[in-house]
């Protein structure tokens, strides 16, 4: 029994944002031992050229690798239909989009405007409909920049309510709210996440992506749970940094979340002691990049008991 | 107008556990400059024997330093009543006194079991109420390792409440929770404040000591401000690490937490850019030693704005 699923994105946005490429047997090894420790849904990879990002190609054999293990999603970011494509070949079980609620944002990064971008999800939706219902991957969209943009500045929430119930509209299975640059604090969070759930029904929007760039990203998740969000997502070691201000933190930490989540009594089916040794092996095998976390240094208070 | 009291304790915890001694003219550097960033309450030193803390040596020249900056309750640590005889002594406005809950920890750190300390805070509380008032500074207990011990790990919820009752009924002015360990989650200090509010009202009680050890510091934080706790230490820089895990976290880090509060809507009445610059002044001021905290590698949100 979970309480909360905390959902490991380290293997795409960690490795996505390091300069290191890890090879794809410690990548399996990374994704067996996180499994092993209780993970039950791993973001593998992404389907972009590999051109564009040598460090997730192997996203295909990455997909077939996790697909054979029990009792774990697998999911991959696709950032447009050609990638969703690839991921429906992969056997991938989910398939992300992320969807830029600033419009320069968007442009910056996948070169669409919000209508061009609503069109790719429109087309990605269509798509998935045509394919046989055991081939098609759960689609979730993720709002990005929901909180604020490094760009833009403030994102008006008018305009990410207006996005999302669009979005939702189209037919997209999920939204989560992503707090991509490290913007959030409680009460914006909470107020889009009533505001999202009041336009839209709480059932398209049960998870969070949130960054701990300013130490925010533990309290925001405490905020989310208690507001009834049951997934989270996370990288071990806190992986990945952050894309916008060099040497910055980024995505929460897996293990310190699984930390306070346990700590409280809300199960996330984690092994705590379990994960710890996988961030080890992973800190091993990149000897040259900075993972984040405090339960890591620390270890385990003699008080700590997982919850029942 | 302020919603939050951020209580700065850089200068004595922070100070005492790092290997480096901070020169006076440096503290009064770092006072005056947290002052003009809009500091109300700092705790500048702590009255133990220079022997056995040099580098908290010079208390009563900070106290007679910090005492003349306009609106600044000046605090000081006092381990025993021959340390707040020197408190008084220096015109402190405030003297603090650790009561471990854990006894093997008070007998550890201070030679003294339960049934000694309740008589060590007696004998102040004695002290200090035959001295005219106007040279009598308020006294506070802080309730250490409540949420836990390092030595003993679990620390029952009902002997921290017996203790405190007592600690009450002996008269001191107000007790502070502390999670000396970071072991501490939300909904055991949740718990906890509102047993001892049960127990001995609300207005003794409005202030928390945290530590982000685990990384869970900042999300006790805003539990603890959603229950109504009004003051908050931290320390510039989370300076100090934690004394019972080498490399670890220890102190919440003043400034990250004046991000997240200040961007909640909740006063607390400090000047976070200036407050960034008095962190890079005690950065140069430590060459060798490590601050931690996020706010200050990542910068601002373009959409920060202070609260109202």
Known sequence: MRDILISEVGPRDGLQNIKS?????????????????GASEIEVGSFVPAQLLPQLADTAELVAYASGLPDLTVSVLAPNKRGLEAAVKSGAHKG?????????????????????????????????????RDRRPAFEVSISTAFGCTIEGEVPEDQVLRLVEQIVALGADEVCLCDTTGYAN????????????????????????????????????????????????????GLGGCPFA???????????LVFLLESMGLRTGMDLPRLLEVREQLQRDLPGEE????????????????AA
């Open 21 to 37: 490429i890890l090879p794809t047997e410690a990548k399996k090894r990374w994704i067996h031992g996180q499994h092993q420790a």
């Open 96 to 132: 992300s989009i992320p969807f830029s609620m600033s419009e320069s944002h968007s442009i910056k990064n996948v070169r669409k405007n919000h209508p061009q971008m609503l069109e790719e999800v429109r087309s990605c939706i269509e798509f998935l409909r045509q394919l046989p």
């Open 186 to 237: 409680p009460v914006q969070l909470a107020r889009l996440l009533e505001a999202v759930w009041a336009n839209c029904g709480r059932d398209k929007m049960d998870s969070v992506h949130l960054h701990n760039t300013r130490g925010q990203g533990i309290a925001n998740a405490l905020r989310a749970v208690e507001l009834g969000i049951t997934t989270v997502d996370a990288s071990l070691g």
């Open 246 to 256: 060099p040497g910055a933190s980024g995505n929460i930490v897996t293990e310190d």
């Open 291 to 306: 993972l984040y976390g405090f339960v890591a240094a620390a270890g385990l208070p003699k008080t700590y008991t997982a």
